[in-house]
């Protein structure tokens, strides 16, 4: 086995543990898996180092570096410096992660093939792992299941249009496992970017005839029909309780879960607070040590940032969106066939960052794939185009 199948399965096998970790709350497995992501960052590290040459040629290559200046710096401030160093390993895990796949498709040594096999052992497996909660009757527990997981692969599965005829099962697979879970951020995320991919494969499979592309589109609204009859009838009080008139109107404090009142009240107190607080914030993990007796932490990259960091994290959330909608502005021209991928991308990490968060969740590593995908994508055809005019 090459050391690239290996940085592969041992992703599979630190995902696996977590999960077995989960069922049995058993520490041991736990420890193993937070043991395969430290061997397997210092491996990024190492990688970014003695490749930087390449890697600095990826376009967010230097947004990471700056974040990691930031969020290494306000660990100082954090009540608690090691679950903080802890927290900030799980960011530069996704960050070097995937700056060290930049660097091997950049070198030709892995291609989308081996990316979709490795996508596609992990929906197998997350399908079985949501099950398992679904029909012990530990999904209302454990709701979040592997939604989000499944939500930041679409993008991935999403880079060749031909998997929606191809792998019909696997999306269903896919899709399935986000419905279930009834989670709502995830489910506005793969509702939105599957409509834009879906309407993409439709208009550029133009070498179709009209039939089967009817044939494809009544097909998947009988799967949604379905979907929909199959929730409504066995998780008709979920279904209640997660989407009542109370849940969604946002003049409430407890729609979203409480998330209403929690995110204006982190804004509230970060604009009224003062010079100091107002530009630095909070500290650390701040929003997680707002109530006396109770951790909760805020749920939103962008609602945690302003209140942990202030104008400085406002201004970061900010530079991560110049980084991304500038490279697509300045490429839009080699992206031909795969601009839908950017949206795709885009909607999630919006919906994401707003109403749940990625930057500490390892998971995030498989999300911004498809950043590089869409890198090297524009790299490609920039070097042929050089080549046609010499």
Known sequence: MSGIKLIKYLFITSIITDWISEIYISDLFLNFSRGIRILLLLVFLFSFLYHFRIIKKYYLTYYFLIATVIFSLYIQTDPNPQEGFWNLSKTLFWFFGSTYIFSLFYRQKINYSFLFHWIKIIIFISTIFTFYYLF??????????????????????TAKLDNFEKHKFLLALLLISIIVTLKRGALLSISISFFIAFIAYLTQRKSQNILRRII??????IFINASYYIMITYFA????????????????????SGRAGLYRSLYNDWVSSSGYTFLLGHGNQADSYRIIGRRTHAHSDFFGWIYNFGLVGLLLFIIQY???????IANYK??????YLFWVFITIVIIVNFFSGFYRDTWGFYLFLAPVLIDIIAK?????NKLAYN
């Open 237 to 256: 009080d979920r279904i209640s309780d997660r989407f009542s008139e109370e849940q969604l109107d946002i003049e409430e404090d407890k729609a979203g």
């Open 136 to 157: 012990l009757g530990r999904l209302e527990e454990e709701y979040n299941a592997n939604a989000y997981l499944m939500v930041f692969i679409f993008p991935l599965f």
């Open 322 to 328: 110049l980084f991304l909608i500038i490279h697509f």
């Open 380 to 384: 490609q055809r920039k070097y042929e």
């Open 334 to 339: 080699y992206l031909y066939g795969y601009r």
């Open 216 to 221: 494809i589109l009544f097909l998947s609204i």
